[in-house]
């Protein structure tokens, strides 16, 4: 079997990969890339799997990865837990990670990835201007987080603050300070 994942930008040729794997009747997949982000990301993602990777290079500053599912032996922390709640709430500050449009493409991307997880977080907190993820944009994947199950909370204050009423909320619900703290104090706590 063989994908192109050439000018797909992050994290497409991964999750490209991933769905690739799963379905795998031949021996191998080979993965056609021409980024060098790209091959790092998916090589890594294919070993943190188990899987061998075998370097090819071609022409024209492309790639090919060759993903053999021999010896495969599973690492993924969702094996063991498969379909399971992690104990963690994401804390996202900011409707982007880093600065202008990209900064939003990389949110976009975050979020999107976060699906292809088996285990999800228990919480996704927006306060500041991540309330702007929950109610100005549409972000299919926070949707689909709902979905499955994640509690989504947008703070009232910061969406009061920006003059957002809370009715404009596209996912999730409005939530408080008091939970804020208690769910920042009764599971792991990562910060956006």
Do not use: W
């Not at 990777?53 to 837990?81: P, Y």
């Not at 963690?88 to 990835?113: A, E, N, R, V």
């Not at 309330?131 to 009232?156: A, M």
């Amino acid at each position: 079997m063989k994908i192109d994942c050439r000018n797909l930008s992050c994290p497409e040729p991964v999750i490209k990969t991933k769905n690739a794997l799963s379905q795998l009747q031949d021996p191998y997949l080979e993965v056609i890339l021409n980024s060098s982000s790209s091959v790092t990301n998916v090589t890594r993602f294919a070993t943190n799997q188990g899987y061998q990777v075998e370097t090819i290079h071609s022409n024209n500053n492309e790639v090919i990865l060759k993903i053999s599912k021999e010896n495969v032996k599973s690492t993924n922390i969702s094996d063991n837990n498969k379909g399971k709640f992690l104990n963690k709430t994401l804390f996202i500050k900011d409707d982007k990670i880093g600065d202008g449009d990209f900064g939003k493409q990389l949110m976009k991307g975050f979020l999107k990835t976060l699906l292809e997880f088996d285990n999800l977080p228990k919480n996704i907190i927006f306060v500041n201007k991540g309330v702007f993820l929950t109610t100005k944009e549409d972000l299919e994947s926070l949707k689909e987080l709902e979905k499955r199950g994640v509690k989504i909370f947008s703070c009232g204050l910061c969406l009061d603050y920006y003059k957002i009423p809370h009715s404009e909320l596209k996912v999730g619900e409005v939530g408080n300070a008091y939970d804020t703290i208690n769910f920042i104090l009764t599971t792991d706590t990562v910060t956006l």
